[in-house]
C-alpha cells in the first residue's frame, strides 16, 4: 500500500536544540580530554569505545506510518533514534514521494541505510531493480534487504538456485554502491539436507558483500545460539534486528511481545560479537507488539538498548 502525505504535516522543522547543545557537547568534549591527559600521564593506556549506531525497523510503528508517516518520522527523531529501515511498502512510492521522505528525514537528523523488500524488487526491469535501486539511492541506503524467501523456496536446491540468482543481484548492486542481504526467520534455520541449514546454504553460496541481517529473536526462538553464528560468519553480519523472545503465550506477554532487553537474549555477548567479529554497521530495534502503544515501546526499548549498550 502506498503511503499518502499530509500536505499540513510536512512543514519543515530545524531543531535549535542543537545549537543549545553545542556548548555542552564543548564543555564535555574539553573534559574528556583533560581525562585522557591525566591518564597518558599516568600511563594509563586510554581506548576509546565505538559509538553503536541505533536504528528503528519501521514495521514496529506500522500503525502510525500507514496514517501520517511526517508524523511518525518525528516521533521517531524525538524518541531519539538515528536511522529509520523501511519495509516493503515504500516499493509503491513514487520517486517524488521519496524524494519528499528524504527531505523529511534530512530536516529530522534522521538516515536510512537500508530498507526491506519482497523478492519483486529484485527483478530485472524498469519496475523492479531499476525502481529499487532509484528509490534507495534517493533514500540514502545502502543495503536492500529481501525480507522473506518467496514462496516455494522449501529445500536445499531452492536455496541454491536462490542464492545464485542474488549474487547476480549483488554483482549489479555494485556498480550502484549497494548491496543486497538477507533478513532470516525461523525457518531458515531448520535442517534442509543432512544438517544443512538454509541459512548455511545461504552464506556459503553468496558473496563476502552480502549481508546476513540477523533477527536475534527468530534466531533463538529456533533455538540456534546468535553468538556463534556470528562468529561462523565474520563480516557478514553487518545488520541487527533488536528483537527479543522469551517462552511462553502472547498473552501472558511472552513470545516476542517481550520488549528489548526483557526475553532469553544475550543482549551484551551479542552485540559484542556483532560489533567486532560479525562487522555490525547498523543495530536496529524492531518489535511486533507490547503491552504498551507503537510509539511507548520504541521509547522503552531505546531506553534499554542505552542501558545495555555500554555494558558490552
Known amino acids: 500500500m502506498a503511503f499518502t502525505p499530509s500536505s499540513n504535516s510536512w512543514s519543515r522543522r530545524r531543531f535549535l536544540t542543537v545549537l543549545g547543545a553545542l556548548p555542552l557537547a564543548s564543555a564535555s568534549a574539553s573534559l574528556l580530554r583533560a581525562d585522557m591527559m591525566a591518564a597518558e600521564k599516568s600511563g594509563v593506556a586510554v581506548a576509546a569505545k565505538r559509538s553503536l549506531p541505533i536504528g528503528l525497523e519501521l514495521y514496529s510503528v506500522r500503525d502510525g506510518l500507514s496514517h501520517d508517516l511526517p508524523g511518525t518520522l518525528t516521533q521517531i527523531a524525538k524518541i531519539g533514534y538515528e536511522y529509520v529501515e523501511f519495509y516493503a511498502p515504500y516499493f509503491d512510492w513514487t520517486p517524488a514521494y521519496a524524494r519528499e521522505v528524504r527531505s523529511r ?25 531499476a525502481k529499487s535501486i532509484e528509490l534507495n539511492h534517493t533514500l540514502g541506503a545502502k543495503q536492500l534487504i529481501l525480507a522473506t524467501a518467496p514462496k516455494g523456496t522449501n529445500t536445499a536446491d531452492a536455496w541454491r538456485k536462490l542464492s545464485a540468482s542474488l549474487t547476480e543481484v549483488v554483482g549489479k548492486l555494485q556498480k550502484e554502491a549497494l548491496t543486497s542481504g538477507f533478513h532470516n526467520h525461523q525457518t531458515e534455520w531448520k535442517p534442509l539436507e543432512g544438517d544443512q541449514r538454509a541459512m548455511d546454504i545461504l552464506a556459503k553460496n553468496t558473496p563476502p558483500e552480502f549481508v546476513l541481517q540477523l533477527d536475534v529473536g527468530t534466531c533463538i526462538e529456533a533455538g540456534v545460539d546468535p553468538v ?85
Open 105 to 129: 528525514m534530512n530536516d529530522l537528523g534522521l538516515r536510512c541505510h537500508s530498507t526491506h523488500n519482497h523478492i519483486e524488487s529484485f527483478a530485472d526491469g524498469h519496475d523492479g531493480l
Open 228 to 312: 556463534a553464528w556470528i562468529n561462523a560468519n565474520p563480516g557478514r553480519i553487518r545488520s541487527v534486528h533488536l528483537k527479543d523472545w522469551a517462552p511462553g503465550d502472547e498473552k501472558a506477554e511472552k513470545g516476542y511481545r517481550v520488549l528489548f532487553g526483557e526475553g532469553v537474549a544475550p543482549w551484551v555477548d551479542i552485540i559484542q560479537a556483532a560489533s567486532t567479529t560479525g562487522g555490525a554497521e547498523l543495530f536496529l530495534m524492531e518489535q511486533e507488539g507490547s503491552r504498551y502503544s507503537e510509539f511507548q515501546t520504541a521509547q522503552v526499548c531505546l531506553d534499554n538498548w542505552k542501558r545495555i549498550s555500554k555494558q558490552a
